[in-house]
């Protein structure tokens, strides 16, 4: 495995740690930055540029800035008063250990039967391009249809309701 | 170790991370926060299946986690509408107090 | 006159079926009907009654005679009847039940007796219970027991017999305690029912032997009878205890039961308590039927009492009858001197000549006993009609001594009275006592065994017109002693006096030895008027025995008592000379008080322990049931409210503490259900996986 690997993994996993540890709320959307950062890097490793590229835009650029907007409307930027782990958070870290015990457990089980590493096959944005109208045209549009209805509901439900609505 | 079970062995434990980010923090906004974390190891996983398995000109994969990604999105955003639709009611966002469904 | 045998007849031949055996049952069974008839009237209804009644013996009457008119008819021809009609009651394998009635000359004369005086004495009875509110029941008891007598009379089956015996003493028992709301006639009552039941359960054993050992209920049966030769000559092979022979035992048994409803010693001491009936009750029940039952059952079942006996001698039977009777006799008419209430006295002379009857069966046979038993009826029938004219006419009382000089306002009842004293006495020639009495006499003189009952007899005849000259001197001569005027009686009381007297007189003249038509008629020889007859050796001689003690006790009486009239209060003329012997007479020689201390206190004992026993023990174990039954429902009270009720409870509560628990579940916070469906993954996921690797 090359460096560039152990760099980007590195990245990601410190940036997820920190951001489901850390106290202030805005501190965990920044290290939520970090980590989507470093799964970028891991798709560019993995060849998928484009994925690398669209995972940059939209989450860097679009969730987790929602997400800090959301924090922000909260007033969530504030220091919490009482602590911000849940009263019974060894269950909840518990539940996550055997999980990952379990994944673990399979990937490293399957690692014989896994197929050789090929080299990697050139994709470009022509190819994708057509995959997404030719074959993939019908997901696609459920997609648009979908985030136009996510777009339209979430403006209705974050609406002050005051009766100037339109 | 092929570097397919690295990848995964990443994937299982962003998992597990963005997992006990859910189940144990206060918060619904970190709860979310956790779920776009679980969302993509998955991602991680899809891409990585795609690079590493068979058919790799299909672009099965990256299309799979392209939509995915699409999906993420649009759920943030309602779910975060919504996790400030209940603050304006409730004037909170610590989950224990939001028990209305409790039966 | 025992020698006197004419021709005999045919022996007594079955011939069955003509209309007077036919229609026989008829005779009882149309009282019966009448008393039932008047049970469903109501009181008022006097006149219904008393006709239902009267007509209905009054029919029977006539069948009577039509029958003895039959049986008459054919002894006139020679011929000895003996008609016998059997019906089978029930069977039971081999054995039957049979019930039948039987005609023959016995028989006969009893029906055309009983029905005559009852019938008399049933007129008598509507004018003497005329101010009586329960006319109506005593018709229907009088009536019953008219039926039920008439049913002893004709009855050929022992177990009918003594169906009817019991019935007639159970109307005695209604009849004495007619006035119930007296206690001393309920008492009386009892008395005599529970007396009579001493002898009866006597007479019980002995049908039950004699149907055990003849295997037949029937006297008379073809031949087949428990009274026919046959049936005889096996019981007299069968030896019972004592020497006895099983007949000779079942004769006494049979004895015992006749002893206690004839009034004999020891089972007299009813008798004279049953005075407390009304007077057409003691005539009837006490004089003339009732009591005579017992003398007629030992003449019906003669031949058994006769069996084995050697000619000329006797059997042990007899000899114990006679015994009996003789005693009796003797011991009832000392008592009779001192006693002082008019129907007390005659109850006595009752017994005194029951004790006659029985001696006469025992020494002279069936004729003998029988003719006093038909002149008995009418004379005591007479006499007890005759008080209860008086007491009427006394206006109630019936202390002699109270009474007195009524021979000139009550004439009729005095000369009635005065026939009938005379018949009992056995004043000479005229009157049928002295026939019949000496009739006893002479069979007494002949016996074989022993001369004693004989001069008992001759003793008992003394005291007999002792004591009546006594009391009708008390009663009829002397001056006045009542508190109220007497008056005569209406003409219903004294007509039926006057019907009866004329028969204590007439009646002498078919015993007498010169013609002895009604012996004869019983034995089933021809009799013919033979002035020969008194030719007898011996027979004059008694005549002249009997008269001389006749006036003898006669003179006596009145020299003592005729015309004296002394003070009610002042004491009897006896009682001055020898005061313990006329009061141990007075008191009836102390045998109600020894019973009293003997059987009545040993049976009280009996009855208290009886009474402890059923209080204690078995009131004891109904009680230990009750409470273990209650313990019980305790019980399961308990488990009721403790283990079921409780475990209800507890598994409801459980319910309830599960559901809570299981409802911290459903907290409705969402990150509680993420972490459900995190460890449901898991769990899912290994199990997969585990299953898929075995």
Known sequence: MSIAFYVSALLTLAGALASVLLKNKVHCALALTVAFTGLAFLFLNLNAQFAGFAEIMVYVGAVAILIVFAILLIKGSETPLHGVFSRSWPIGAAIAAGIFALLGWAVIESASHLPKPTPAHAVTVDQIGRALVYRYVLPLEVVAILLTVALIGAVIVALHEDGRTQ | ?103 | MIENLTQSFAPAAQVDGSLASQILWLIPALPILASGVIALLKQPRRKTSAALAIGALGLSLLLSLYAFAHVVSGWIHGIATREVVNLTWMQSGATNVDLGWVLDPLSAAMILMVSFVGLLIFIYSVGYMQHDPNFTRFFCFLSLFAGAMLGVVISNSILLLFMCWEIVGLTSYLLIGFWYQKPSAAAAAKKAFLTTRVGDVFFLLGIVWLFAQSSTLLFYNHGAGSLEPTALASLLHQPAAFGLTAAGAIGLLIFAGAAGKSGQFPLHVWLPDAMEGPTPVSALIHAATMVAAGVYLIARVYPLMAAGALTGGTTAALTVVTWVGAFTAVFAALIAVAQNDIKRILAYSTVSQLGYMMAGLGMGGVAVGMFHLITHAFFKALLFMGAGSVIHGSHEEQDIRKMGGLWRKMPLTFATYAIGMLALCGFPLFFSGFWSKDGILEAAQHWSVAKAPFYMLVFGALLTAFYMTRQVSYVFFGRERGEKPAHESPRVMTVPLAILAFFAVALGAIGTPAWPWFRSFLDGHAANFDWGGFAEPGLLALMGVSTLVVFLGLGLGWKLYGNQSPQPEAPDVLEKAAPPVWLALRNRLYIDEFYGATVIAFYYQWARFADWLDRRIWGGAVTAVAATFSLGARLNRFLDTNVVDDGFDKGCEELATGGGLLSLVQNGRVQTYLRLLALAVVALIVLLIWSSRA
């Not at chain 2, 690295?6 to 006990?20: D, K, P, Q, R, T």
Request: hydrophobic fraction near 60%.
């Open chain 2, 1 to 103: 170790m092929t570097p397919l079970t690295c990848y995964l062995l990443v994937a299982a434990f962003l998992f597990a991370i963005g997992l006990a980010g859910a189940l144990i923090r206060r918060n619904a906004i970190l709860v979310l926060i956790g779920i776009e974390l679980m969302l993509n190891a998955a991602n991680l996983n899809l891409i990585a299946f795609w690079r590493y398995g068979p058919h790799p000109e299909l672009l099965t994969g990256m299309i799979f986690a392209i939509f995915s990604i699409a999906v993420a999105a649009a759920e943030a955003a309602v779910g975060l509408a919504l996790v400030i639709h209940i603050h304006r009611h409730t004037k909170t966002t610590y989950l224990d107090q939001i028990n209305r469904m409790k039966g």
